[in-house]
């Protein structure tokens, strides 16, 4: 069974740093693309983040360029993304997803949970 | 980045009755297009992917249609479980990969 479990999430402050977490199983990790989704709470779904297999390829979205970073450790079956100079309106639940095989890249075919992320002072 | 203008906003529906979606891409996306169901307090579902492929597992009353910039969804028997949002996502590019707005649908 594919499980993604995230977690990392929490109250920061305006400027601040985190860093989210998403551990993978029940499927072959390296052969896929994973992402992030986001939610602020009572809105739409936003695309946050894409990284290929091998890490060789990333895409963001533009409000987030420049301030987040994903990356993955294939070893040890993790997501990650380190969240920098945050801002009030980067306020969601953080989720993990897989991406199905496919080209573009761009269907999550399984979902974690969701971290909360809150930025405010 | 390629918009997407799904309609309706919400709609009341019931049990029983044919739901009909539909999302509008800003320029042709080609079949590159997915609807999702989200349940609240949970995580989206991938229902239909590249326009009209039922994903393993979920009920064939569910159906999608389309291509180039005008995309349907539709259920055609309303049951309880189905009440819930429904989000269209285009990937026709990366970056941008982009969600409608969501329709929620509630009972009548």
């Known amino acids: 069974e594919v499980q993604l479990v995230e977690s990392g999430g929490g109250l920061v402050q305006p400027g601040g740093s985190l860093r989210l977490s998403c551990a993978a199983s029940?499927?072959?990790?390296?052969?896929?693309?994973m992402a992030w989704v986001r939610q602020a709470p009572g809105k739409g779904l936003e695309w946050v983040a894409n990284?290929?297999?091998?890490?060789?390829?990333?895409y963001y979205l533009d409000s987030v360029k420049g301030r987040f970073v994903i990356s993955r450790d294939n070893a040890k079956n993790s997501l990650s993304l380190q969240m920098n100079s945050l801002r009030a309106e980067d306020t969601a639940l953080y989720y993990c997803?897989?991406?199905?095989?496919?080209?573009?890249?761009?269907?999550?075919?399984?979902w974690g949970q969701g971290t909360l992320v809150t930025v405010s002072s | 980045d390629i918009q997407m203008t799904q309609s309706p906003s919400s709609l009341s529906a019931s049990v029983g009755d044919r739901v009909t979606i539909t999302c509008q891409a800003s320029?042709?996306?080609?079949?590159?297009l997915n609807w999702y169901q989200q349940k609240p307090g949970k995580a989206p579902k991938l229902l239909i992917y590249?326009?009209?492929n039922l994903e393993t597992g979920v009920p064939s009353r569910f159906s999608g249609s389309g291509s180039g910039t005008d995309f349907t969804f539709t259920i055609t028997s309303l049951q309880p479980e189905d009440f819930a949002t429904y989000y269209c996502?285009?990937?026709?590019?990366?970056?941008?990969?982009?969600f409608g707005g969501g329709t929620k649908v509630e009972i009548k």
């Open positions: 997803a897989r991406v199905r095989y496919g080209d573009p890249p761009g269907t999550f075919d399984y």
């Open positions: 996502q285009q990937y026709d590019h990366l970056p941008g990969l982009t």
């Open positions: 590249d326009a009209s």
């Open positions: 029940g499927f072959t990790f390296t052969t896929y693309w």
């Open positions: 320029q042709g996306i080609a079949n590159y």
């Open positions: 990284i290929k297999r091998d890490e060789t390829e990333k």
